[in-house]
């Protein structure tokens, strides 16, 4: 018997009498890259921006609740991570707002938050605009020493900062204020 992989998700019919969460429904989780129905199951493999969920699904598919089976095995933890991945999967698309949109997750705030800074920190109004390195050391490293010169020059954080200047801009050519709208 081949030994199973420990990123795996195995599904099956939850126990009697289990209350939670409404039953979970795959079809809602976008569409598979694989869906395959074999002797021992359903297998599928499903995509996010944190990769790939690959699902056992080894009760056929009821409308009753599921449960989360987890060998106890040296790979407990891998297995238990990718458990966690997929209910942070599955809760980012009941978190869809009704017209299809995602909230934008809480890296995704920073992020876009730092990019509104910096879009206002090159407005018109600063006049002359600020550096990279004003740049850097005001909003991308603001409690990091960043070194001047050469130093600077070379360094990854200049290449980062210009990298971000790049893409605030570009936020604005797209039309960001419809982000702030939504």
Not at 138 to 158: C, D, H, L, N, Q
């Amino acid at each position: 018997m081949a030994s199973l992989a420990p990123d795996v998700v195995i599904l099956d019919a939850a126990p009697p009498g289990s209350t939670g969460a409404p039953p979970l429904r795959l079809e809602d989780a976008g569409p598979p890259l694989v869906d395959r129905e074999l002797a021992d199951g359903r297998h599928l493999v499903l995509a996010d921006g944190d990769g790939r969920h690959r699902l056992w699904l080894r009760a056929p598919a009821a409308d009753g609740p599921l449960a989360c089976v987890i060998p106890w095995d040296e790979a407990f933890g891998q297995r238990l991570g990718a458990v966690r991945r997929l209910e942070r999967h599955l809760a980012d698309d009941r978190a869809a707002m009704p017209d299809g949109t995602r909230r934008a997750t809480a890296f995704q705030q920073r992020r876009l938050n730092l990019l509104l800074d910096i879009v206002d920190a090159l407005g018109p109004q600063s006049q002359p605009p600020p550096s990279t390195y004003e740049i850097a050391a005001r909003f991308v490293y603001p409690r990091m020493t960043i070194g001047r010169g050469a130093e600077w020059k070379s360094s990854s954080e200049r290449r980062r900062t210009q990298r971000l200047i790049r893409e605030a801009l570009e936020l604005v050519e797209m039309g960001y204020l419809r982000l702030l709208r939504d």
